[in-house]
């Protein structure tokens, strides 16, 4: 809203009134998805999906990605796009980030109450919620309250989170990792970083933005990049993941270059709980 302002204060007064306009209705469609998101998180229209994540070497599930859905009462299915960055910006996020966690570890104690095995689940971290004093209390207080340990979760932070203020930044990822929380770095390759600067943090896993993979194996600077950032992570002991995989084109593609595993439509779409527990008896053996 400040480039906005910015922007339009320099383009003249004319300007100005149609900028403002327009920022209004953005402010106030802002503040109504903002009210009814603190309702949602009390009437329970949050749910969650789960995305497997399969070993490209074999094709055995070894990881799971937990993805928010909003069913608002009138508009239907809200996807995360559109509600995270109102949580993160009016910091709704720390209570619904805070949902999450409970929601997911809630599942997983049901689920292996069933005597269903589950593999490692991901979390996604947001930037606000990352740098909130009490996250690895809250998260500590959940794995006691559902008998889980650290090594079931994993958190995903997207490249630009680290980019901030590297000395904190390590100082809060050494204390998750400390712990026993592994560490992805989700959407690489649409920040600025580079993989020398990632290796000051103890990460465990890079995924590599859908960006990258959509193209495969076509494109052959996408090639190059998507070979070159898998042999960088190898060689500092990262784990890589494919984020979008669609094809079987691009699953060999990947398989060839060693990438460890893969996400994507060719495998599952997220799954609703249901199908998910269904998922997992067939995955059985995998675990
Ligand atoms: P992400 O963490 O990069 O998640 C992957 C997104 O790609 C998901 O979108 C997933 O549905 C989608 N996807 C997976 N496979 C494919 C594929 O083969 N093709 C295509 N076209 N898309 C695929 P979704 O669920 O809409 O989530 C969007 C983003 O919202 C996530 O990106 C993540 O950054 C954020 N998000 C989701 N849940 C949470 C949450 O609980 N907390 C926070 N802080 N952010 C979340
Ligand atoms: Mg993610
Ligand atoms: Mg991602
Ligand atoms: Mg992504």
Same mark, same amino acid.
Not at 224 to 236: C, D, K, L, Q
């Given at each position: 809203?400040?480039?906005?302002?910015?922007?339009?204060?320099?383009?003249?007064?004319?300007?100005?009134?149609?900028?403002?306009?327009?920022?209004?209705?953005?402010?106030?469609?802002?503040?109504?998805?903002?009210?009814?998101?603190?309702?949602?998180?009390?009437?329970?229209?949050?749910?969650?999906?789960?995305?497997?994540?399969?070993?490209?070497?074999?094709?055995?599930?070894?990881?799971?990605?937990?993805?928010?859905?909003?069913?608002?009462?009138?508009?239907?299915?809200?996807?995360?796009?559109?509600?995270?960055?109102?949580?993160?910006?009016?910091?709704?996020?720390?209570?619904?980030?805070?949902?999450?966690?409970?929601?997911?570890?809630?599942?997983?104690?049901?689920?292996?109450?069933?005597?269903?095995?589950?593999?490692?689940?991901?979390?996604?971290?947001?930037?606000?919620?990352?740098?909130?004093?009490?996250?690895?209390?809250?998260?500590?207080?959940?794995?006691?309250?559902?008998?889980?340990?650290?090594?079931?979760?994993?958190?995903?932070?997207?490249? !630009?989170?680290?980019?901030? /203020?590297?000395?904190?930044?390590?100082?809060? %990822?050494?204390? *998750?990792? #400390? +712990?026993? =929380? !592994?560490?992805?770095?989700? /959407?690489?390759?649409?920040?600025?970083?580079? %993989?020398?600067? *990632?290796? #000051? +943090?103890? =990460?465990?896993?890079?995924?590599? /933005?859908?960006?990258?993979?959509?193209?495969?194996?076509?494109?052959?600077?996408?090639?190059? =990049?998507?070979?070159?950032?898998?042999?960088?992570?190898?060689?500092?002991?990262?784990?890589?993941?494919?984020?979008?995989?669609?094809?079987?084109?691009?699953?060999?593609?990947?398989?060839?270059?060693?990438?460890?595993?893969?996400?994507?439509?060719?495998?599952?779409?997220?799954?609703?709980?249901?199908?998910?527990?269904?998922?997992?008896?067939?995955?059985?053996?995998?675990?």
């Amino acid at each position: 809203a400040d480039i906005a302002m910015y922007k339009a204060k320099e383009s003249g007064g004319r300007h100005f009134r149609f900028f403002t306009g327009e920022m209004d209705q953005r402010t106030t469609q802002q503040l109504k998805m903002e009210s009814e998101l603190r309702k949602a998180i009390i009437n329970n229209e949050l749910s969650l999906v789960y995305q497997p994540q399969l070993s490209l070497a074999d094709n055995t599930l070894c990881g799971m990605e937990v993805l928010v859905r909003w069913h608002h009462p009138k508009r239907g299915i809200i996807y995360p796009g559109e509600f995270i960055p109102v949580a993160e910006e009016t910091g709704l996020i720390n209570d619904l980030g805070l949902w999450v966690m409970r929601h997911t570890c809630k599942q997983i104690a049901k689920w292996r109450k069933k005597a269903l095995k589950t593999p490692r689940i991901s979390i996604n971290l947001s930037a606000r919620q990352f740098h909130q004093h009490d996250l690895l209390a809250q998260l500590k207080e959940l794995l006691q309250a559902h008998q889980l340990t650290a090594s079931d979760i994993e958190f995903e932070m997207t490249e !630009s989170m680290l980019m901030a /203020d590297a000395e904190e930044t390590a100082r809060l %990822l050494n204390q *998750l990792a #400390k +712990f026993g =929380i !592994s560490l992805a770095v989700d /959407d690489f390759g649409t920040g600025y970083s580079s %993989l020398a600067y *990632l290796q #000051k +943090f103890p =990460i465990h896993r890079l995924k590599i /933005d859908r960006r990258f993979i959509q193209h495969l194996p076509d494109n052959g600077n996408d090639s190059v =990049i998507v070979s070159t950032i898998i042999a960088m992570a190898h060689n500092m002991g990262m784990k890589v993941v494919a984020e979008g995989v669609e094809t079987g084109e691009q699953q060999r593609f990947l398989a060839r270059l060693k990438c460890d595993e893969a996400q994507g439509y060719l495998f599952a779409k997220p799954l609703p709980t249901e199908a998910c527990a269904d998922y997992l008896k067939n995955h059985q053996a995998d675990l």
